[in-house]
């Protein structure tokens, strides 16, 4: 067939052409997706590219100081450099090698009481949360976030054409069963919960937990249980991991918080077997796996160094005091887990100009609660500068936050707004 | 609001329940998304599930026997294990590491002869066909693949929501300009080009790749070009990257062919800057960024071994021979490119049935021509194996096909199909 195509459509251009031409012009249609184009932009890199000068210190970034523990790295970098075989180099299984898939197995077993699920091992949190989407997702789907929600899973959302549908938290920033409920219609295929929560920091435990299991179980929704700061957890609260009915239950997991692994890229999911096809044929097709020498390390890491992640949350204690002190009059609660606290920008402000301020003024980043569905507020992350540096960083947020409750908005240049 | 669905949505069940739990029951909506089930399945895995068995040798992957450069794997593993810094554990630029993207920008300048353009460091080249598909496709828009395809090309359209159109080749497995513009409609987004190509072997060479620009150009629509095997070339043919239209020209290129890193999971893209946006929020929230350490790898090895492709294509050209000797009677066209013959299957068989028959009675493995839209036919790889194994494999190979040809389908057993 060679047909020429005399209807315009939206956003074409038609113009006839020669016969050893094509017919059809399109002026329009060399732009970006507007899925891609209507998604929330990479709020991290935007914020460290504005404000990110020398001397500035950053409360902003999701990852902490700490080095991973010493002798996993040795012995998966040595073991390549030793080694004569192509193997490590080579394509692996795309549901992960075969020895960490071992090991995460023994772990979900014991430390999460998760059993008889499937197991694939992902480049990430971010990337296991795609491969999710796009396993129990239709186009026009909607899947319900708490707000503050973690902005990649919004971005996901947007991508993969899933309709994102968000749920207030209740005043501890804990998910609101009440809420959620009332948010599930007919194209619902699952829930979102984000625990210890980024940003909000808060931990539901487990009586929470099951009323959500509950929930979406009566409702016939999928729970997806993202668990990236299963660790970090204060207070004496403890972690639960949804397993009331694993049928319905996603939980992600990643090595990039816990043993910080963050710049290897590997994590894990645990979900029913009805979506291994599915799983299978998405790992293949995105990441293909993840990078065989970081499952090594993460093999390691986890059988040998099961204590490394609470001494890594007990490490960052310091830190959560420090900054704890500073923002506790501008805190709703004292939340227990991840590193972060998520508090109300003093004085009124607006969160971008706030963030602004605070980076301008006071030479410390923090991120817009905007950029988690909730303006006003600010996310501080504790855990990304030794305790040496972050009491210097902590005095610069004390003065900021000091600043913006004293001199109100429309006293202070607010116009040149971050945007 | 706290609403009841009385009117069942196709695969709901309602139910009314007490008012304190969720009045909608849907029992069927815990089951894989219809994008997943209805996405081809994941074909090497299946195949090396059901047919590697001790014994079997594999002309099926798309890899070869070659290792990595050995100076880049020991400068950036000992650079990690001597290193104090948290650095190369930690998250880096979503777009890439800053000296990988300037030795890109190098190799790009002086080996593809492209400039201009912004780089984008990828987990691979089919993570990086996935970022260009949401960055410059919406739902229901139409991209032509041209057959025979690469799989994953296809899963991943399929994934992201996007209408698969098919262009048949030319008789020597080229792209054919003639069928490609016949399948160009106002919904159509882009084409994708794979050379050297895989399956098929063929390269498009200058002339043709400039005339599919100027096709894409006229009918205003994208090229984008895999140029994953952009090294693999025999017979004296040349590689050319299309760079006649820029701004309309998306080139993706990876490490794990050329410099056998596959297992480290690092590709990269080149792209106007009119995506820049989109690809940043896409990468960061698939898989954030390709794993540091390999990108420490393959900025050594672009800066140094910049010799290491072209050799390794040479050293595979024994495999290629002794392949080639076998599979003659049964080619259309001895291809010039990437490590892959594409051939009939012989004795008017399946290409399951031949597949099954070759893996189980000649302990040869090959991918059937179904995986790449063309019945009929079988890819076989020459890269896989060392020479030594590949001359047993070639000859296990030779016996398969020969008794393929003379003992017709009808006579064989062939009822177990592969399916």
């Keep these: 067939m060679d047909v020429c195509f005399c209807l315009p459509a939206r956003g074409h251009t038609m113009s006839r052409r020669g016969s050893d031409r094509s017919h059809c012009i399109r002026k329009t249609a060399l732009r970006p997706s507007d899925r891609s184009t209507s998604a929330e932009p990479a709020i991290i890199e935007k914020l460290h590219e504005d404000y990110m000068k020398p001397g500035v210190l950053s409360l902003a970034a999701g990852v902490s100081y700490m080095k991973p523990p010493r002798d996993c790295l040795s012995w998966a970098l040595e073991a390549v450099l030793q080694s004569d075989s192509a193997d490590p180099h080579r394509y692996g299984d795309v549901v992960g090698d075969q020895n960490l898939l071992e090991v995460i197995r023994r772990k979900l077993e014991t430390v999460n009481k998760l059993t ?4 694939m091992v992902t480049a990430g949190a971010n990337q296991a949360f795609v491969n999710v989407l796009l396993s129990i997702t ?14 990649s ?28 409920k009332a948010s599930i219609t007919p194209k619902t295929k699952a829930l979102v919960l984000v625990n210890p929560g980024n940003p909000s920091g808060s931990v539901a435990e487990r009586e929470l937990v099951e009323e959500l299991e509950t929930l979406c179980h009566d409702a016939g929704i999928w729970l997806i249980s993202d668990e990236a700061y299963e660790h970090f957890l204060y207070n004496s609260v403890a972690h639960y991991s949804p397993s009331l009915y694993p049928n319905q239950v996603i939980n992600i997991f990643t090595m990039s918080k816990s043993y910080a692994l963050a710049g290897w890229r590997v994590g894990y999911i645990s979900y029913p077997k009805i979506l291994s096809d599915s799983m299978l044929k998405i790992n293949d097709t995105v990441p293909t796996h993840a990078c065989r020498t970081s499952q090594s390390i993460a093999t390691k890491a986890l059988e040998d160094d099961g204590d490394f992640p609470a001494v890594h949350a007990k490490e960052l204690e310091r830190n959560r005091d420090e900054i704890w002190r500073v923002v506790e009059k501008y ?15 003093p004085g009124g402000y607006d969160d971008l100009d706030a963030t602004r301020i605070l980076a301008e003024k006071y030479n410390v980043l923090v991120v817009p609660g905007v950029a988690f569905g909730m303006p006003g507020y600010l996310r501080i992350s504790y855990a990304g500068l030794r305790y040496e540096v972050m009491k210097t960083a902590a005095a610069c947020l004390e003065e900021g936050l000091l600043y913006l409750s004293r001199i109100p908005p429309e006293r202070e240049d607010a116009k040149e707004r971050w945007d």
Tied chains: 1, 2.
């Design 331 to 345: 805190a709703t609660v004292k939340t227990t887990g991840a590193f972060y606290f998520f508090i109300k920008a």
């Design 138 to 151: 239709d186009v026009g789907d909607e899947v319900i976030l708490t707000k503050p929600y973690y902005f």
């Design 116 to 119: 008889g699920q499937e197991i």
């Design 153 to 180: 899973h919004l971005v996901a959302l947007q991508l993969c054409g899933v309709v994102p549908v968000m749920a207030n938290s209740d005043p501890e920033l804990k998910p609101d069963p009440i809420e959620i």
